[in-house]
Nanobody, 121 residues
Framework: QVQLVESGGGLVQAGGSLGLSCAAS????????MRWYRQAPGKQRELVAA???????NYADSVKSRFTISRDDAKNTVYLQMNALKPEDTAVYYC???????????????WGQGTQVTVSS
């Protein structure tokens, strides 16, 4: 089994910054793509940012130039640095990772439990 644990959420004023971390543990041979999603109250979960194993990243238009996704494969961790935060960034942020538990297995998707980010105006 694989567990993803997020940390770093909290309350911040508009214009401020927060950094999120998501550490994977358990039966891990390799992690392929890693992603951050968010879900605001009454809205569908949306993809915020994604990063491949080779480091290629992409972002939702709403966060481009403000958020940066990165990863440390030695620590099985993905990060999301959020700058110039806006009230509309308020949501529960979830990490997601495609994990192979052995060289024989296919990748399986895992989710973290989510961390609340609240941006006050």
């Amino acid at each position: 089994q694989v567990q993803l644990v997020e940390s770093g959420g909290g309350l911040v004023q508009a214009g401020g910054s927060l950094g999120l971390s998501c550490a994977a543990s358990g039966s891990i041979f390799r992690i392929n793509d890693m992603r951050w999603y968010r879900q605001a109250p009454g809205k569908q979960r949306e993809l915020v940012a994604a990063i491949t194993r080779s480091g290629t990243s992409n972002y939702a238009d709403s966060v481009k130039s403000r958020f940066t996704i990165s990863r440390d494969d030695a620590k099985n961790t993905v990060y999301l640095q959020m700058n110039a935060l806006k009230p509309e960034d308020t949501a529960v942020y979830y990490c997601n990772a495609d994990v192979l538990s052995s060289w024989l297995s296919s990748a399986r998707g895992y989710w973290g439990q989510g961390t609340q980010v609240t941006v006050s105006s």
